[in-house]
């Protein structure tokens, strides 16, 4: 082995045993906030739930598969919703968003269009903490990207669909 393969791989062996450090610190400071974070191996879902599952390799192609009552949170320019529409045509859409303002004139003419389109304007986990449980199909999450965000989102969502 080289000096130089060496010197890389105790640079990498390193910088692991300080992730390892981080993330024990991060679950004993977290623990009572996020049960379960990163303790162990995943728990892996019960067979039958995965009965139907599929694995899909990104956003554009889940599209094709997105029915019913659909929930975009964080909308922002209205790009990705108008694909939606265009791709799988959702019987009812649903946005949540800080602002509407934001949406472009020609995504708005679109989502005008379409007809079965609610915003709701405001903070996204408060406003979706609304909504009736078990309303939506699908919920698309990419609102507030921070940690603490996404948590805060899922959290309603996981009670939502
Ligand atoms: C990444 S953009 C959404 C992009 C959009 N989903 C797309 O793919 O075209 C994030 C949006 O989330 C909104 N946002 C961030 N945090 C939010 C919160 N807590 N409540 C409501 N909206 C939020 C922002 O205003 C922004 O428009």
Known sequence: MSEDLKRDIKRINSQLVKLRLAIKEFRNKHQMLYP?????????PRPELLTNCRILNDRHEIIRHLP??????????????VRVIDI???A????????????RPENKLK???YGNVKYYVGDSSENMAKMPNEYFDVI?????HSFDGVWK???QAIKKD
């Not at 009812?92 to 949406?103: A, Q």
Request: charged fraction near 20%.
């Open 36 to 44: 379960g974070l990163l303790d162990g191996a995943p728990n892996v």
């Open 68 to 81: 019913g009552a659909l929930a975009e949170v964080g909308t922002m320019y209205g790009d990705f919703i």
């Open 88 to 90: 799988s045509q959702p």
């Open 92 to 103: 009812e859409v649903h946005l949540f968003d800080y602002r509407r303002n934001n949406i």
């Open 111 to 113: 989502l005008d269009g």
């Open 140 to 144: 698309y999450i990419d609102a507030n």
């Open 153 to 155: 989102d899922l959290m």
